[in-house]
């Protein structure tokens, strides 16, 4: 059938009726979010990571005008609570709290139900946190020098604590032992309080544990820290050196937490919550609540998140080959 021209009315209607629909898509786009916000914590709740996802997510509601709600969905690797987002509806209302533990999961499983780097849109670091080197008070190791001097000269004897194997800090030890050059025993205990429990019992002679929770043994005077591992000293203990000035030249690790949305989130919704993100943890409200436990705050772009998780993927996938762990 021949179109027939449309008269001026007709017209008239027709362009009314096409802007219209525009201004109603444009405030549908702008109305985000026009729901509460889920963020998904692959932790139990009290935990560093739960602290600052809630920290931060009480910030973020504010700034968007709807609530960020906290989920806690704890397993091993992260794996549920990432499947969880992978899988959520793409459109920037569910959130994933990542951490270098997802990075550690792709050398530490042989096919995980996602895929980390392309399954997500990145958004923003949140902080990174240092693991601590410590000893027991009554340590006859005052300095981390001493340690490795009596590693290298009693291979095997030197009894090093971790919380389990394919853990952060499990593997800051297999790293460690690497870059120092020395032979060390490690030995993996089932939480933190275990590694504490056994540091002072003398059952080791040292332990890789996460700096924030170990600051108030510090101060009780139950432990000392011989060193960091991050590449600048911690606000929380500005005394202790980090493992390169200890004399370990190269060794430079840390923890962190970012967020993330699902593969395929609107570039405009992405850059949104990473504007809120981002301004959450520059404020001194956050700071607050957080630098006590150790924590260096700090966001990112989109793109330098995407970056910082290829180069983890790749760096423990190395340390996870050197220790030869069998992917489950």
């Not at 604590?161 to 853990?167: L, R, V």
Request: charge should be positive; hydrophobic fraction near 45%; avoid cysteine.
């Amino acid at each position: 059938m021949q179109n027939l021209p449309l008269g001026p009315t007709r017209r008239a209607a027709v362009l009314a009726l096409g802007a219209a629909a525009l201004a109603g898509s444009a405030r549908a786009q702008g109305r985000f979010p026009d729901k509460p916000i889920t963020l998904v914590v692959p932790f139990g709740p009290g935990g560093i990571a739960d602290l600052t996802a809630r920290a931060v997510a009480e910030h973020m509601g504010k700034s968007l005008g709807q609530p960020v709600v906290v989920e806690n969905k704890p397993s091993a690797g992260s794996i549920v609570a990432s499947q969880a987002v992978a899988t959520a509806k793409p459109d920037g209302h569910t959130l994933l709290l990542m951490s270098n533990g997802n990075a550690v999961s792709v050398g530490l499983f042989k096919k995980l139900p996602y895929d980390t780097l392309r399954g997500f849109a990145p958004i923003s670091t949140l902080g990174f946190f240092d693991i601590g080197i410590f000893v027991a008070a009554n340590s006859r190791f005052n300095t981390l020098a001493e340690a490795v001097a009596h590693a290298k000269a009693n291979p095997g004897k030197l009894n090093v604590g971790t919380i389990a194997p394919g853990s952060t800090q499990h593997l800051s030890a297999k790293l460690f032992e690497t870059v120092a050059r020395v032979e060390v025993l490690v030995v993996p205990y089932k939480g933190s309080p275990g590694v504490l429990t056994a540091l002072r019992a003398g059952e080791i002679d040292i332990a890789f544990e996460i700096v924030g929770p170990m600051v108030p043994q510090m101060q009780a005077g139950v432990i000392k820290a011989l060193a960091v591992s991050s590449n600048q000293r911690n606000p929380a203990l500005p005394e202790v050196p980090t493992v390169q000035q200890a004399g370990v030249a190269g060794y430079d690790v840390a923890s962190w937490n970012a967020l993330a949305a699902p593969a395929g989130t609107p570039a405009e919704v992405i850059e949104r919550l990473g504007r809120a993100a981002r301004e959450a943890v520059a404020s001194a409200e956050v700071r607050s609540r957080l630098d006590k436990l150790g924590m260096r705050l700090q966001g990112s772009t989109p793109a330098e998140l995407q970056a910082l998780l290829g180069s983890e993927i790749q760096r423990w996938g190395a340390v996870i080959r050197a220790a030869k762990i069998e992917p489950e």
